[in-house]
């Protein structure tokens, strides 16, 4: 009877010891898969924010295209009205001298009678 209760406990004993190293497997394989599955988590933030950043660089580089023809368009209309204002400038010039040497004629012809 002795050797059957020795014989018991042993075997108890071994079991007990065999299925407590299983128990940490299992909680090392959970921790690998949550470790994977933030990971995986993380790579898809990663991925979505790379996304975003090169959506937000696209959009940038087309209002600064933008802009930068604005900018042009705005400055051939300046230089096409300079340019009017310079060819109206000489047009009136031109009228005050014909003008001007239109009537100095007069005037001393006048004054010469």
Do not use: F, P
């Not at 406990?9 to 994977?36: I, V």
């Not at 898809?44 to 023809?69: A, F, H």
């Not at 009228?95 to 004629?105: D, M, T």
């Amino acid at each position: 009877m002795r050797y059957l209760r020795i014989g018991i406990g042993c075997l108890l004993t071994a079991a007990a010891l065999a299925t407590a190293g299983c128990g940490d497997k299992s909680a090392g394989a959970q921790k690998a898969n949550q470790q994977q599955q933030q990971s995986n988590q993380s790579k898809v933030i990663d991925q979505e924010l790379n996304k975003q950043y090169q959506m937000y660089k696209e959009m940038r580089q087309y209002q600064l295209e933008q802009q930068t023809k604005a900018e042009q368009e705005l400055k051939k209309k300046e230089q096409e009205s300079k340019k009017k204002e310079q060819e109206s400038k000489k047009k009136e010039q031109q009228k005050q001298q014909k003008g001007n040497g239109g009537s100095g004629e007069k005037s001393g012809g006048q004054s010469g009678e």
